[in-house]
Each structure stands twice: as C-alpha cells, then as structure tokens.
C-alpha cells in the first residue's frame, strides 16, 4: 500500500471526503455482514500491542520505563 502525499492545489477538503466516503463504505460493509467494528478494532490493537511489547522487552534502552509502562498497561486493559 503505498500514502500519496497531497500535490500543491489539492484541497484538504477533498481528502477529507474521500475518507469520509471510505469509513461509511467500510460501516455498511461491516453492518451488512455483521462485523462488529469495535471489537476488530480492539483485536487489531491487542496485535499492535503484542508486537511492541516484544519489541519493548527486546531493546530495553528504546524508552523509558514510564513509556513501556503505559504502553504494557494499555494492553493488559
């Protein structure tokens, strides 16, 4: 997947409904097949989570403690 950088003279505001346009595609898909996107989304965190924290305990002197800690709270909640 590639990010396109906006061009001089696109408008913000074209972006914006281009993704406005893709998250209410991305609710009727997910309504019409019953997904709850709001238990995918804590999934997919839990996964984000998992990999930093192996990350974390792997390379220590990444950040401070204060920054694991919280990272590992908001995974264990």
Known sequence: MEIRRKKDGEN???LEGELADLLFT???IANDQNISLT????RKLKKIYSKIIIVLRENNSCCTSSIRASIMNLYLS
């Open 39 to 42: 238990e995918a989304y804590e």
């Open 12 to 14: 913000l505001k074209d």
């Open 26 to 28: 991305i609710i009727c």
